[in-house]
Every structure is written in structure tokens, then in C-alpha cells.
């Protein structure tokens, strides 16, 4: 499950350590083989072999994903794949898949990202793709004990008034509703092409989500350097999705610590959009001495080829990190999650008892 160097005892502590995963796409969870057979289901073409040859069969679709050169290739790939979903079951058995997968690698609680704008572009009802992965969360809560939280994130390379239509649909339906009880949407988002569309494009739904005590995170400083994470922040956002441009700017950065606000870094998605050339260029290191917080996540683990585990045992081996900086990084991950504080505490519990067991190994 895990092909890194790291010691059987750290690949151990590793996978005990209860952690939460901040930064996934659920859509970035469609493996290649599910992707053919979900088209073969739903009777949805696939780019034919002489028009993208990666589409040949499982092994050429796997192998072309091991050559991503940047964000926006990824991205063609991605948005193709997502096109078999259709109906409120094939959303449903995604979320499951992931969360079955994340527990499995000792994720106790998960907050996901889902991408509604391209379903909806292509004839598939609002109502079906947030019911099925309300419904993969629900089971997931119910027979795996993970709290999981979804994010909805608009899409940067569309017009705004695509994501407006979301958003005020999200509204209508009574999803965005933080008054009185637990949502079902916790939080919006913004992913999709870096650098080209405006920083401010969704200012006016962040604002005005912002008045409404909504949560807002957005994906910034991945390929965009450092001034995309400040025109996120201005915008309300209290999270950054990546950030990793962060240590281009020290007085940001002094901010970011100050503020308490939680990047989601995602190292090995890093290498594969080849915006580092290794997991050790990630600043890791430079964040843990500045005193910023930060959870690690696998991004699009179908496509990038490492589930969560195997990003933390990347760092472990580019790192050499020592039992208590992974429990400042696993204390800091339960911290900036959009969680109580009852489930907070209890999640800290479980990573003081782990880190525990461990000392007198590790
Ligand atoms: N960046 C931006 N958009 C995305 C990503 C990413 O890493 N993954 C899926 N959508
Ligand atoms: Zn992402």
C-alpha cells in the first residue's frame, strides 16, 4: 500500500496516528478502472483512442497520469473523468470508496471538496450529486465512525455567474444553512486553473457567504505565487488550499502563524503537477520552524497515485521528522478542522494516546 523508504515502525506510527484529511477531491478519487466501467454503465464516451490515446485502455490511462506537465493538464484529465458520474448511487459509491480507503490508512475525520459546476453542465441535477455524497458521508459517519465535513468548491476557469448560480442554488435548497443546525454543505471553496483567471473572481460569493458565517477556504499558491494567497485571504477565505508559494513572502507568512490559518499541503500532488521536482522541496520544514499550521493531504489520490498515508510517509522520508513534530503537525490538523470542540478534544485524545504507544519505539 505504501512503497516509501520510512521504517516498519514509523510506516506503523504513521498509520495509527489518527489524522484528518483536509484537501480531497471526491471526484479526484475516480480511479482509472472505475472511470471505464462507469462509462461502459452509463453509456458516457470517452475520448476515442485516436483522439487522446491515453484513453486506449486502463494501463494507457494510468501510465499518461504519471506525466502530468502542470496544473491545467491535470486538470483536462480530470474534468473528462468526472463526466461518468451520473447518477445519486455512482456519487454515493465514490464518497464510500474514499472514506472506506481513508479509513482504512487511519483517517478519523475527513472533509472533502466536490466540484457540482461540470455535473451540472452536463444535464446531472444539483440534487443528485449532493444527496449521493451526503449519502457516501452518512454511511461513512454511521459504519466507520469518521466525521466527515463537504466542501463545495466553484471552478476558477468558468464565468462567475456559474458559480453564482451554484451558490444561489446551494442557498435556495437550504444546504448553506448555519443558523440553528449542522449544515449540509460546511464550507465553499475555490479550485481549478491557478494562474490566467482573476484572483478576485468570486469576491462578490465570498462576501456575501462570509456575512452569512459560512466557512471559506480556496486553492491558492499551488502554481500562483504568493499574492494569490493574500487576495484569498482579503476575500474572506480563513483557510488556503496548498500555499506552499507562501515562503516567497516572510511578512505573509508572519500572518498566516499569527492568524492561525490552516494550509492544506499536498506534497506529492506537488511533485506530480511538477510545481517541486521532490517532496523535500516542499516547505515543510520552513512552515514547522515559522510556527504555521498545516495539514497534509493527498489532493486527487487516483490520478496522483498516493492515498494519504503515502504522503505522510513521503514527508517522513524527505523530512526525517521527529514523534513530536507529528503530533504538533496531527494537533494542528484537529485545530483548523470545521469541527465542535467536543469532537476536537476528542480527536486530540486519540493522537496524545497514540503518540504515547509509540515513544518508547520510535
Ligand atoms: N488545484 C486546483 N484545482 C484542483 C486541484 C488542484 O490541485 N485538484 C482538483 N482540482
Ligand atoms: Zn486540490
Redesign the pocket.
Known sequence: MCPSDVSTQWHAFLSALPKCEH?V?LEGCLEPDLIFTLASKNNVSLPSPSENPAYTSIETLSERYGHFSSLDDFLSFYFIGMTVLKTQSDFAELAWTYFKRAHEEGVHHAEV?FDPQVHLERGVAYRTVVDGYVQGCKRAESELGISTRLIMCFLKHLPLQSAQDLYHTALKEGDLDFEGRDPVIHGLGA?SSEVGPPKDLFRPIYLSAKERGINLTA?AGEEGDASYILAALEKGATRI?HGIRLVEDPALMERIAREEVLLTV?PVSNVQLKCVKSVGEVPIRKFLDAGVRFSINS?DPAYFGAYILECYCAVQEAFGLSLAEWKTIAENGVKGSWIGEERKNELLGRIDECVKRFEGVL
Open positions: 484537501h477531491h471538496f479550485s486553492h488550499d499536498c489532493d
